[in-house]
C-alpha cells in the first residue's frame, strides 16, 4: 500500500513548479486530488498526471486570494471524493524590487496572495477536518524571510516568515482534534518563478544568476520539483503521524556556509 492510498489532497498552485511537482508525487503515492490554480494550464497538467499514473483528479481555477474560490473548490472536492484529507498550500508569488521602490500595491499582493491564500485554504479546509476526526496540513513558506534574505525580496520575505507564525499558531490549536499543520522551508527550485527572479536579478544574463545560486549551494544544484513533493508527502502522510508545528528545511544546505570564503573547501 502506497503511503497516501486513499487521501484526498487539495494543492493550490498546482499548474506548473513546486505544485506540479507536489501534485504528481501525491499521484504516484496513490491520492485522489484537487489541483487548483488561476490559471487554466492546471487542466493540461492534471490531464499529463492522470496519464501517467492512473489518478483520480479534478482541478478547480480559482484565486486562492478570494475566500469564495477557496471555498468552493473544496466543497468540490469533498463532492467528488467525499472528504478532504490533506490541504496543500503551496501557490505563492515573489516580484523583487529595491524596498523604496516598492509600492503599498505590490506589498498587498504578496500579502493577498502569500498569505490570505494560505489562510483562506486553512479556512476552507478545516471544518471538513473536523467533522471527519482529523486532517494534515502544509503550508509552502520558505528559507526566505524566517533565515535568510536578499535584497528587493521585502514583501515575500515578510509573507513567508509570517507563514511559520501561521503554522505554529494553526499546530498548537488544532493538535487535540488530530489535525497536523507543518510548514516547508525550501530554499532554490528551478520553476517559473525563480526563472522570473533570474530575469528581475540579471536582466542580460539570467540564466547565470541561476547557475549562482547553484555554486552557493553545498549540493552545488537547485532542488526538483518532485523532491518538495516528497517532503509534502511525508508530511502529508500517516509516516509523520507524530509531526506537528515543524518547519522542515530543504536546500541542499543552502543555509549552512558561515563563509564562501574559509575552510578546507
Ligand atoms: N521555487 C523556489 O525556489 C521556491 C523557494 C521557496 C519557496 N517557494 C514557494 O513555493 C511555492 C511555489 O513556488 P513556485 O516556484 O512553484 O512558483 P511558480 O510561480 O513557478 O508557480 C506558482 C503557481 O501558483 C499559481 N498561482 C499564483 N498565484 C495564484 C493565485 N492567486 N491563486 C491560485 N494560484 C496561483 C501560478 O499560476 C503557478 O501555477 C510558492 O509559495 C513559493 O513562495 C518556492
Request: charged share 25%; net charge negative; hydrophobic share 40%.
Amino acid at each position: 500500500m502506497a503511503k497516501l492510498d486513499g487521501k484526498v489532497a487539495v494543492i493550490t498552485g498546482a499548474a506548473v513548479g513546486l505544485g506540479e511537482g507536489i501534485a504528481e508525487v501525491y499521484a504516484k503515492y496513490g491520492a485522489k486530488l484537487c489541483m487548483i490554480d488561476i490559471s487554466k494550464e492546471v487542466e493540461e497538467t492534471a490531464e499529463r498526471i492522470r496519464k501517467e499514473y492512473g489518478a483520480e483528479i479534478i482541478t478547480y481555477v480559482g484565486d486562492v486570494s478570494k475566500k469564495e474560490d477557496m471555498h468552493e473548490a473544496v466543497r468540490k472536492t469533498v463532492e467528488a471524493f467525499g472528504e478532504v484529507n490533506v490541504a496543500c498550500c503551496n501557490a505563492g508569488v515573489c516580484r523583487l524590487a529595491p524596498f523604496e521602490e516598492m509600492s503599498d500595491e505590490m506589498r498587498d499582493f504578496h500579502i493577498d496572495v502569500n498569505i490570505k491564500g494560505v489562510w483562506n485554504a486553512c479556512k476552507a479546509v478545516i471544518p471538513y477536518m473536523l467533522q471527519q476526526g482529523g486532517g494534515n496540513i502544509v503550508i509552502a513558506s520558505s528559507v526566505t524571510g524566517d533565515i535568510v534574505a536578499d535584497a528587493g525580496e521585502a514583501a515575500y520575505a515578510m509573507t513567508k516568515a509570517a507563514l511559520v507564525g501561521l503554522t505554529k499558531c494553526l499546530a498548537v490549536e488544532y493538535a487535540d482534534r488530530n489535525i497536523r499543520v507543518n510548514c516547508s522551508q525550501l530554499g532554490y527550485a528551478r520553476t517559473p518563478m525563480v526563472e522570473k527572479m533570474a530575469v528581475e536579478s540579471n536582466p542580460a544574463d539570467p540564466e547565470s544568476a541561476i547557475k549562482d545560486i547553484a555554486r552557493g549551494v553545498p549540493m552545488k544544484r537547485l532542488a526538483k520539483p518532485t523532491e518538495v513533493g516528497e517532503l509534502f508527502a511525508f508530511l502529508g502522510s500517516d509516516e509523520s503521524s507524530y509531526i506537528t508545528g515543524g518547519q522542515f528545511v530543504i536546500d541542499g544546505g543552502s543555509t549552512l556556509p558561515e563563509t564562501m570564503s574559509m575552510g578546507t573547501n
